[in-house]
Structures are given as C-alpha cells and as structure tokens.
Nanobody, 127 residues
Framework: EKLLVESGGGLVQPGGSLTLACTASVFTFGDYAIGWFRQVPGKECEGVSCISGSDGSIYYDDSASGRFTISRDKDKNMAWLQMNSLKPEDTAIYYC????????????????????WGQGTQVTVSS
C-alpha cells in the first residue's frame, strides 16, 4: 500500500546512534529526490535532510548538520539516514519521502514538495 517503508527506529540513549533505512516497493527511486522528515505530536513537520537524484546535492537542517548523514543506493533502491550523537530533542517519528525529478536539495525540504511518504518509524532518545 505504502510505496516507501522506513525501518531502523527504536530506543537509544543520548549520544547513541541509529541508522534509518528507506526502501521503495513496486517502484524504483530512480532520479527522484529523497527527503527525511520528522514530526512530534503537536509540532510542525520538520525537514531533516534531503538528497537529490540527479546531481547528488545534499542538504542538512542545522539541527542535523554534523551529526546525521544521508545516503542512497540506486542499485539497491534504498536510502538511509545515519544519526549519530543523538539528543532527546531528536525524538520524533521519522519519515522518508520522494520528491520531484528536478528537485535540487539546496534548502530545508518542504513536505509539500514530497508527495510520496512512508509510514514512519519512531525514534526515541532517552536514558
């Protein structure tokens, strides 16, 4: 049903690491841009990172820069978000989403520009 499936979430202590994976079913990522978003109940959806499909441009939100790494593999039809030095404020539901073929990751991804979303995976950072 959902064309994108996130995995890898869970409970981790502050300072720990998690790697989230995003897998496309039925279709191929191809040259679509891939964005990672997170949302806390009652808060606006926040763009975390983005990687373009064609030119490989990458964007990290200030909150993620230096700690998170986004990557993709066309042959495996997968994308990842490696998260290090996790903080309690990173706690959220994380979603991967695909954007447009021409999307250039030069700024914080906006949900309106990423039509296809996965079901989300919960990340909880707590001691």
């Amino acid at each position: 049903e959902k064309l994108l499936v996130e995995s890898g979430g869970g409970l981790v202590q502050p300072g720990g690491s998690l790697t989230l994976a995003c897998t496309a079913s039925v279709f191929t990522f191809g040259d679509y841009a891939i964005g990672w978003f997170r949302q806390v109940p009652g808060k606006e959806c926040e763009g975390v990172s983005c990687i373009s499909g064609s030119d490989g441009s990458i964007y990290y939100d200030d909150s993620a820069s230096g700690r998170f790494t986004i990557s993709r593999d066309k042959d495996k039809n997968m994308a990842w978000l490696q998260m290090n030095s996790l903080k309690p404020e990173d706690t959220a539901i994380y979603y991967c989403a695909t954007g447009e073929l021409s999307y250039y990751c030069s700024e914080s991804p906006q949900s309106i520009d990423f039509p296809s979303w996965g079901q989300g995976t919960q990340v909880t950072v707590s001691s």
